[in-house]
Nanobody, 116 residues
């Protein structure tokens, strides 16, 4: 049974930082590429960052240079370090394994709110 537990969200002022964590179980984490998505109110869910199991990273243009994705295979956890946060980063953030069989599966997410 797959479980994704996102945490680390909160309320922060513009310019601040947060680190999101996502603990995954039920998958072979060390050979699974992982993504972070976000969904702001009234907007479609969008891909923010991804990391392959071999360590290649990719970022949305809107977060490039501010966000960093990383993994800890020993803890089956993927992180998203978010710096220089902007009000437009406000959203619910979700992690997701890059697996076709889980394309419709989403965890509960973690809320990030950035005040101006």
């Amino acid at each position: 049974q797959v479980q994704l537990r996102e945490s680390g969200g909160g309320l922060v002022q513009a310019g601040g930082s947060l680190r999101l964590s996502c603990a995954a179980s039920g998958i072979i984490f060390k050979i699974t590429s992982m993504d972070w998505y976000r969904q702001a109110p009234g907007k479609q869910r969008e891909l923010v960052a991804g990391i392959t199991y071999s360590g290649s990273e990719n970022y949305a243009d809107s977060v490039k240079g501010r966000f960093t994705i990383s993994t800890d295979n020993a803890k089956n956890t993927v992180y998203l370090q978010m710096n220089s946060l902007k009000p437009e980063d406000t959203a619910v953030y979700y992690c997701k394994p890059r697996l076709a069989m889980l394309r419709d599966y989403w965890g509960q997410g973690t809320q990030v709110t950035v005040s101006s």
